[in-house]
């Protein structure tokens, strides 16, 4: 299973961006997937997940009201809508999920740069 994020670049606060992940690979043994950040000098936090059939989803405090996930499955790709960005959502975003064949696993994505000025 592979994971390629995009969709990251730079913004003003107040702005939006929509990232993606795309996953290829053993797509059928995919369940949850999510989005973790992680800031310069931090720790990687998650951000939001989503079920494999995108029935439930969960966000960070920090981000509710402000961030959508969600998944198209016959396309297999995960988005993240991100609206009125701040410059502490400054980070490298990167795209997770769990497989389960032929065992249980978790992947990581290379990460995307989101940057956002004030």
């Known amino acids: 299973v592979q994971l390629v994020e995009s969709g990251g670049g730079l913004v003003q606060a107040g702005g939006s961006l929509r990232l993606s992940c795309t996953v290829s690979?053993?797509?059928?043994?995919?369940?949850?997937m999510g989005w973790y950040r992680q800031a310069p000098g931090k720790q990687r936090e998650l951000v939001a997940t989503?079920?494999?059939?995108?029935?439930?989803?969960n966000y960070a405090d920090s981000v509710k009201g402000r961030f959508t996930i969600s998944r198209d499955n016959a396309k297999n790709t995960m988005y993240l809508q991100m609206n009125s960005l701040k410059p502490e959502d400054t980070a490298v975003y990167y795209c997770?999920?769990?497989?389960?064949?032929?065992?249980?696993?978790?992947?990581w994505g290379q990460g995307t740069q989101v940057t956002v000025s004030s």
């Open positions: 997770n999920a769990m497989g389960w064949y032929p065992k249980a696993s978790v992947y």
């Open positions: 690979g053993s797509t059928f043994s995919i369940n949850g």
């Open positions: 989503i079920t494999s059939g995108g029935g439930t989803t």
